[in-house]
């Protein structure tokens, strides 16, 4: 059950799992859909659609454990993307804090960039469409959020 004490306490970080981490969630899920639908008859576009979809339900399993943990029990230690578990045993990306973060928040953004860049949301139903645009107005307020939780931090 979470706990006022921890949530307040822990607002801006669980406010960055909501925001960010299912977001990107939904990206990389749903740029696994586009994938697998744009090149249907090729296995290897399976492949790599497959992957996407697993590594957003793997990030999708990761936040979820971290908000429980964060607003359960206050434990900040959690990882919340595979590649924040994989760069902490990978021998150069370990050397640098938080590496799989950030290099989760850019591949994320790749594909945000690639669906919108290339208008393939015709590949997307009507669901996933809106799943996209949920995501896409959730993480942009996120980013806001983020910015405004950083400032009274510094601040504080």
Known sequence: MPKLKYIRQNVFLILSILTIGFPFV????LGGIVIS???HDSWIADVLALLFIVWGVIDFLLN???LHAVSCRG???YPVCLLSVVSK???VLSKWRDSGEALDIMLSFMIVAVVVGQNLFVFMDGAQIKLWNVCTVVNVLGAG???LGASILIAG
Request: proline letters at 5%; hydrophobic letters at 35%; zero cysteines.
């Open 26 to 29: 939904g990206y990389k899920v």
């Open 37 to 39: 639908r744009l090149y």
């Open 64 to 66: 979820a454990v971290s």
């Open 75 to 77: 434990n900040l230690h």
């Open 89 to 91: 045993k990978h021998p």
């Open 145 to 147: 959020i983020a910015r």
